[in-house]
C-alpha cells in the first residue's frame, strides 16, 4: 500500500520498518521498568500489629494482606518464610481522629440557625524495617504516615471501609516505591 502526501509517496513497507527501528533505539535509551530490585527473587512480609493506642480490629490484618499482594503481584518477587532475600517487617503505631476545620458549607436550619459541617482527619502511622540481604546498604527503618480527611457525619463502619482503605493504600505505595523504584 502506497501513501501519497503532498507529492510525497511513502511506501509502507519503508514506513514499518523506519518506526521499529525507532522504537528500538527509543527501548534502548529508557527502561521502563525502573525497579531497583535486580538480583531479588524472595521476600518474606511479615504480619504487621496493630499496636497502636486507638485499634481498629481489622486494620492489622488488611494491611497486612494489601502489602503482601503489592508486592507479589507487581514484582516478580516469590513469598518465602524461610531465608528470604527480602524481610519486610513493621508495625501500626497510629491510628488516630481529630477534629480538623469547618466547611464553609453552610446551612440555615429550620429555627434559623446557621449550621456548619465539621470535617474529622484520620491519620494513620506505621513503622516499616526494610532488610535487603543482597544489597544492605539498601535497607531502612522508616515511619511512614498519611492521612484522609473526611465529614464527620461518616458512621464508624463508613470510616472503616472507605477513609481506612484510602490511607493505608497510600503508605503502601510510600513503602513500595521506596524499596521497588528506582528514581
Given at each position: ?5 503532498k507529492?510525497i ?9 523506519v518506526l ?22 524472595t ?14 480490629p ?9 502489602i503482601?499482594?503489592?508486592?507479589l503481584q ?6 518465602t518464610k524461610?531465608?528470604?532475600?527480602i524481610?519486610?517487617?513493621g ?11 469547618i ?14 459541617e465539621a ?12 532488610e ?19 465529614n464527620?457525619?461518616?458512621?464508624q463502619?463508613?470510616i472503616e471501609?472507605?477513609?481506612v482503605?484510602?490511607?493505608t ?9 521506596d524499596i521497588v523504584?528506582?528514581?
Open positions: 500500500m502506497n501513501v501519497k502526501i507529492n509517496t511513502i511506501r509502507q513497507p519503508k514506513l514499518t520498518w521499529f527501528i525507532f522504537l528500538g533505539v527509543l527501548n534502548s535509551c529508557y527502561s521502563f521498568t525502573g525497579s531497583s530490585l535486580t538480583d531479588e527473587k521476600v518474606k512480609i511479615s504480619e504487621f500489629p496493630n499496636n497502636a493506642s486507638l485499634v481498629n481489622t486494620l492489622s490484618q488488611q494491611f497486612s494482606t494489601d503482601q499482594n503489592r508486592f507487581r514484582t516478580t518477587l516469590k513469598g524461610e531465608n528470604p532475600d524481610l519486610i517487617e508495625e501500626i503505631t497510629g491510628y488516630t481522629f481529630s477534629p480538623t476545620t466547611s464553609s458549607n453552610t446551612q440555615t436550619n429550620p429555627s434559623g440557625g446557621v449550621v456548619q470535617q474529622n482527619k484520620l491519620t494513620i502511622t506505621v513503622k516499616v524495617h526494610y535487603n540481604k543482597l544489597h544492605p546498604d539498601s535497607s531502612f527503618d522508616r515511619t511512614y504516615s498519611d492521612e484522609a480527611v473526611f464527620s457525619s461518616l458512621s463502619s463508613e471501609a472507605s477513609q482503605k484510602i490511607v493504600d497510600r503508605i503502601i505505595n510510600k513503602i513500595f516505591n523504584a528506582n528514581w
